[in-house]
């Protein structure tokens, strides 16, 4: 009689165990903003009912800091947000390793959804996100109010199982601060500032370029190093920008400076992602985040992280040589362009000048606040003025006119011999891209001979097979370092 209880109590609590707490059934945890309730009730209905077995238990959720407190306090398969920040924040923090924008709401609200990296049903979150993404689920969202995005954006590693969903996007944040969203792989590229376009080049990124800045074609150098060049589009510069070409060519990402900021918004009102690298507002030591930034948009960061390690290496080599150089001891170089009374501005032709141990008799001067061709126009009283040491011209042609004007023979640097012409290949090696640090090594040279003695010929070329896979014969490394190669110069 014992026993027969004992058994009964047994069979009892093992149907109390079936009925009430089912270990057959899947039971799941979504966590989403309360504004999606209504929303998610309905599609929790659809979801248990398409998934016999599948208990999909609904948490809402009005802050994020609430949000992240349930993903710490347990076990949490599938997360919703409607801020990409959230997102990108949970992505980071090793929550999630995808997420997808399924839908828009009122003033534009974007919603996301991923499944938690550490979800243990995973299969079971991926068939809710395929429902949500499926013509039904779509029905959903629109009996609701809100808009599907169709096909959804994806960002991360997302499953293979939601491919055929969605179209694969990374978010780029610019120099400027601004959330740039791009597709994955970028395969159509405009770049509208010729150091950019080098910048592309360099990290082998030639074959994505469908539009360029109209300086970069006449580079005589560069149409032998990438012939191609003379059949890419020309998109214009940034103050002469061609919007209804760089339309029809379909870009999946422009590139460009901030100045002027109106030809950044009308791209933006055009719908066509923009990023930010203001080339020729930086100074030396930040060229490097902007190449890696760059490597980023275009899915070059292996070459990228190569070229400005190499950047910051020969930056490193003379700064630990010239930063021991007192200002009152420096030499006092003027870079002149055109008949002599131009002078380059960006802060890294001034940068340059500094790390090469000298310091620029011009670096007080400022260029068009609404952007332009960098320099700044002097006069033959400034010059004498300031009666530079060393002149730096930015062709044989600047040199000749300087040697040849009896205005110019009082300044020190005429009477002592030290008028230079600056090296040029694809493009002078003291305007901000990666051949400056050329240029810094071959100033610092001329200006610290005792100090600085090095292998040119040797450098030159191991660069350009290096980052451009070009081997230069030693005509045009002779021509580089004598500043022979052809090039417009825009406002010279």
Known sequence: MVVSLAVLMVLVLTAWVFVYLKP????????????????????????????????????????????????DEGEVDIVIAEDLSVM???????????YLEFATGDGGTAYYIAASRNSKHLEQALAFTQLLLSEEGKDVL???????????????????????YALEFKSVIDWLGRRVIVPKPVKRVVSIVPMITLSI???????????????????ELLTKVFPQIKNIPVAGAPWSVNIELILSLDPDVVLTTDRPMEVVKKFEELEIPVVIV???RLHCDQLP?????????????????????????????????????????????????????????????????????GVNVAENLSGPAGGGPPMAAVS???????????????????????????????????????????????????????????????????????????????????????FLGYELSDEELSRILSGEYGVEIPGT
Not at 44 to 62: A, C, S, T, W
Not at 88 to 98: A, D, K
Not at 143 to 157: I, L, N, Q, R
């Open 88 to 98: 990108e924040m949970l992505s980071e923090n090793g929550y999630v390793n995808w």
């Open 289 to 357: 985040e902007a190449i890696r930034l760059i490597g980023k948009v275009i899915d070059r960061e292996d070459k990228a992280e190569e070229l400005a390690s190499y950047c910051e290496e020969k930056m490193m080599a003379l700064m630990n040589v010239t930063s021991k150089i007192p200002r009152s001891e420096r030499a006092k170089v003027y870079i002149a362009i055109s008949d002599g009374l131009k002078t380059h501005i960006t802060y890294i032709s001034r940068d340059i000048v500094w790390i090469a141990g």
């Open 142 to 164: 629109r009996e609701y109010g809100y808009e599907p995005v169709t096909p959804a954006m994806g960002f991360g590693d997302v499953p293979e199982e939601l491919r055929e």
């Open 24 to 71: 057959w059934v899947v039971r799941m945890v979504a966590l989403y903003p309360y504004t999606l309730s209504a929303t998610f009730e309905e599609l929790e209905r659809l979801f248990e009912g398409e998934n016999g077995g599948v208990d999909l238990e609904l948490k809402p959720y009005h802050v994020r800091e609430e949000l992240y407190t349930l993903l």
């Open 201 to 219: 080049l360099m990290m082998d990124g030639g074959d994505l370029l469908v539009g360029v800045d109209s300086v970069s074609p006449t580079s």
């Open 380 to 466: 033959m009283e400034t010059v004498l003025t300031w009666n530079p040491d060393v002149i730096i011209t930015w062709d044989p042609k600047v040199k000749e006119l300087i040697l040849s004007d009896p205005r110019w023979a009082e300044v020190n640097a005429v009477k002592n011999n030290r008028v230079y012409v600056i090296p040029r290949g694809l493009r002078s090696w003291i305007t901000p891209e990666p051949e400056a640090f050329l240029g810094a090594m071959w100033l610092a040279e001329k200006l610290n001979p005792d100090a600085f003695s090095f292998n040119f010929e040797e450098e030159v070329k191991l660069f350009y097979h290096r």
């Open 278 to 280: 203001p080339m020729g």
